[in-house]
């Protein structure tokens, strides 16, 4: 099953920008950014499916893009305009299905996450 690796987060001010990398081992997938603070419920981010669709959460279209780069087997989240509310542990998500939106329970493999604190 396919490996997933993420990197990029860390703390930032309000306002500022981090971009979220995901290394994977298999291109043949739908991807996600999913994320998760504590109390609260999984939340789809991002999604991008085998054919480059994509798909964002209302809370945050306009601030995040998901990108994905097959040649360097990588899965981006560029974030700009962090607010406090974007703090969380993210992780990059996959599904053999070709596209799975942000329907964060279809999602079978999960990286060890990445954490965002925005203050």
């Known amino acids: 099953h396919v490996q997933l690796v993420e990197s990029g987060g860390g703390s930032v001010q309000a306002g500022g920008s981090l971009r979220l990398s995901c290394v994977y081992s298999e291109s043949r997938y739908c991807m996600a950014w999913i994320r998760q603070s504590p109390g609260k419920e999984r939340e789809g981010v991002a999604a991008?499916?085998?054919?480059?669709?994509?798909s964002a959460a209302d809370s945050v279209k306009g601030r995040f893009t998901i990108s994905k780069d097959n040649a360097k087997n990588t899965l981006y989240l560029q974030m700009n305009s962090l607010k406090p509310e974007d703090t969380a542990m993210y992780y990059c998500a996959a599904t053999p299905y070709r596209w799975a939106g942000l329907a964060v329970y279809e999602y079978n493999y999960r990286g060890q996450g990445t954490q965002v604190t925005v203050s």
């Open positions: 991008i499916g085998m054919d480059g669709r994509t």
